[in-house]
């Protein structure tokens, strides 16, 4: 549950994504894809121990 608090700071500096310059868009896009893929492994790790 963690990652969804570190994404949310994050929505509230940047309401609309057309203020970001592009290279501030690729790295917050980079940012969100590495939060998301720990996200996914996290959950997958949970969903396999309790299986």
Do not use: C
């Amino acid at each position: 549950m963690s990652h969804l608090v570190d994404i949310q700071p994050w929505l509230l500096m940047h309401p609309g994504n057309d203020v970001l310059a592009p290279e501030e868009m690729k790295a917050a896009t980079k940012i969100m894809g590495k939060l998301l893929r720990g996200y996914i492994d996290f959950t997958g790790a949970l969903i396999e121990s309790y299986s």
